[in-house]
């Protein structure tokens, strides 16, 4: 019995002697530096993209979707294998590198381009460059990562929605010719220099509205008006920030005219819309604002419900114009008018892509919403508490918006039970 007791005692002590080492061991570290750097290269139309990581043994792993159209050149340190549109990567430890290609212009079916590079300018998608990779890391292990954008000779800026790394530029390298960006994405692992990016001869406005700063470009002579839309971002978006409690650091409008695509297109903290369209269509609602309101809700559709993406969008892109003062009640009530006549015809909202005349039927169905919500609460809750709630799942259904207008309201609401939603 005493000898089993010593052993006992003598494991004991072991055990606790190796956890207080453990505890006193320094930890290794949980984070690893992505550094890209693109040089753009506008008389081949293309980019020169790097990829270098430090230190990469926090990484096992990396796969990237390539598409043949775009990428080329694609090379690496370690072990890099390409099939199938797939280029699979395992870095070594140290000193991971990769290099590729990225074509830049790009013509749509119809002839117009949704990016483009010339002599003077760039404008394209930085989800175009970095091909999209899913990456197998330690548990816990989170990239830091930066952008550094090479310039020709001739050329004078580039803007992105990510924040500037001022550090990093006002060190002077390379005579000015090199811009860098923080890139940070807390809801990826792996961050991607994602979203519009425009470099070239630009013209740039800019201003600093509550917690976030706007700016507007366009390539120099364009006719995109870019104090009209400076000015209007700068009345709408105290009414965003009030509707939806968050915004983005940083917010990149960017527009050219022909040959570039005639319409709008959100991505991370930016958005395209061509230099033509108006800030508020004749209809009262505003193609601008419905792009912000995609960017800074980062909503995204599960199944066929995308008619609550596009539906929301719709609906706050006149409401903060009349929040705003931008519009009256008596024509807020004629933007509904007319959206509903427009969407009469709408059977079903539930479709995986919603188009002209569901994104106004559901528009309708949100200001419905609103008023019932309103009605039941006492006006102690609004569309807003919705919205609010959709932002933090991201991934919304018409299963995770009754469900939280139940809990908001304490009841089922009449609007969600409409025939449009079997």
């Given at each position: 019995?005493?000898?089993?007791?010593?052993?006992?005692?003598?494991?004991?002590?072991?055990?606790?002697?190796?956890?207080?080492?453990?505890?006193?061991?320094?930890?290794?570290?949980?984070?690893?530096?992505?550094?890209?750097?693109?040089?753009?290269?506008?008389?081949?139309?293309?980019?020169q993209?790097?990829?270098?990581?430090?230190?990469?043994?926090?990484?096992?792993q990396?796969?990237?979707?390539?598409?043949?159209?775009?990428?080329?050149?694609?090379?690496?340190n370690?072990?890099?294998v390409?099939?199938?549109?797939?280029?699979?990567?395992?870095p070594?430890?140290?000193?991971?590198?990769?290099?590729l290609?990225?074509?830049?212009?790009?013509?749509?079916?119809?002839?117009?381009?949704?990016?483009?590079?010339?002599?003077?300018?760039?404008?394209?998608?930085?989800?175009?460059?970095?091909?999209?990779?899913a990456?197998?890391?330690?548990?816990?292990?989170?990239?830091?990562?930066?952008?550094a954008?090479?310039?020709?000779?001739?050329w004078?800026?580039?803007?992105?929605?990510?924040?500037?790394?001022?550090?990093?530029?006002?060190?002077?390298?390379?005579?000015?010719?090199?811009r860098?960006?923080?890139?940070?994405?807390?809801?990826?692992?792996?961050?991607?220099?994602?979203?519009?990016?425009?470099?070239?001869?630009?013209?740039?406005?800019?201003?600093?509205?509550?917690?976030?700063?706007?700016?507007?470009?366009?390539?120099?002579?364009?006719?995109?008006?870019?104090?009209d839309?400076?000015?209007?971002?700068?009345?709408?978006?105290?009414?965003?920030?009030k509707?939806?409690?968050?915004?983005?650091?940083?917010?990149?409008?960017?527009?050219?005219?022909?040959?570039?695509?005639?319409?709008?297109?959100?991505?991370?903290?930016?958005?395209?819309?061509?230099?033509?369209?108006?800030?508020v269509?004749?209809?009262?609602?505003?193609?601008?604002?419905?792009?912000?309101?995609?960017?800074?809700?980062?909503?995204?559709?599960?199944?066929?419900?995308d008619?609550?993406v596009?539906g929301?969008?719709?609906?706050?892109?006149?409401e903060?114009?009349?929040?705003?003062?931008?519009?009256?009640?008596?024509?807020?009530?004629?933007?509904?008018?007319?959206?509903?006549d427009?969407?009469?015809?709408?059977?079903?909202?539930?479709?995986?892509?919603?188009n002209?005349?569901?994104t106004?039927?559901?528009?309708?169905l949100?200001?419905?919403?609103?008023q019932?919500?309103?009605?039941?609460?006492?006006?102690?809750?609004t569309?807003?508490?919705?919205?609010?709630?959709?932002?933090?799942?991201?991934e919304?259904?018409?299963?995770?918006?009754?469900?939280?207008?139940?809990r908001?309201?304490?009841?089922?609401?009449?609007?969600?039970?409409?025939?449009?939603?079997?």
């Amino acid at each position: 019995m005493i000898l089993v007791l010593r052993s006992f005692l003598q494991g004991l002590c072991l055990a606790l002697s190796l956890c207080m080492l453990s505890a006193c061991a320094p930890a290794g570290p949980r984070s690893y530096n992505v550094d890209y750097t693109v040089e753009l290269q506008p008389l081949k139309d293309r980019a020169q993209v790097s990829i270098e990581i430090e230190p990469a043994g926090l990484l096992t792993q990396l796969k990237f979707t390539i598409d043949p159209e775009i990428h080329s050149e694609i090379t690496a340190n370690g072990e890099l294998v390409i099939d199938a549109g797939q280029a699979t990567w395992i870095p070594p430890p140290e000193n991971a590198r990769m290099s590729l290609v990225a074509k830049i212009t790009h013509v749509r079916d119809d002839g117009e381009f949704d990016a483009r590079m010339t002599p003077d300018w760039a404008l394209f998608r930085g989800d175009d460059l970095v091909p999209p990779v899913a990456a197998t890391a330690v548990r816990g292990a989170t990239a830091k990562a930066t952008l550094a954008v090479k310039l020709p000779a001739s050329w004078t800026s580039v803007v992105t929605g990510w924040p500037s790394d001022r550090a990093s530029n006002n060190g002077g390298n390379h005579s000015g010719r090199v811009r860098h960006f923080l890139i940070d994405n807390p809801e990826r692992g792996f961050d991607r220099p994602t979203g519009w990016i425009l470099a070239g001869k630009l013209g740039l406005r800019r201003n600093k509205v509550g917690a976030s700063e706007l700016i507007v470009g366009a390539p120099r002579g364009d006719s995109l008006r870019r104090m009209d839309r400076l000015v209007f971002l700068t009345l709408l978006w105290p009414q965003v920030e009030k509707a939806f409690g968050q915004v983005p650091e940083k917010l990149l409008v960017v527009g050219a005219d022909d040959p570039m695509w005639r319409g709008g297109l959100s991505a991370s903290n930016s958005l395209y819309l061509h230099s033509d369209r108006p800030l508020v269509s004749e209809n009262g609602t505003s193609s601008l604002a419905h792009e912000v309101i995609h960017v800074v809700t980062r909503l995204r559709a599960s199944g066929n419900d995308d008619w609550i993406v596009e539906g929301l969008a719709e609906f706050y892109s006149f409401e903060l114009l009349y929040r705003a003062g931008g519009i009256t009640a008596n024509r807020r009530t004629r933007v509904l008018d007319g959206l509903a006549d427009w969407g009469k015809a709408v059977t079903t909202l539930r479709t995986a892509s919603s188009n002209g005349t569901t994104t106004a039927r559901a528009a309708v169905l949100f200001a419905e919403l609103d008023q019932e919500i309103r009605r039941r609460t006492g006006n102690a809750k609004t569309i807003d508490d919705v919205a609010r709630r959709l932002m933090e799942a991201r991934e919304v259904s018409l299963v995770e918006l009754r469900d939280i207008c139940t809990r908001l309201t304490g009841v089922e609401l009449k609007v969600l039970q409409s025939r449009l939603l079997d």
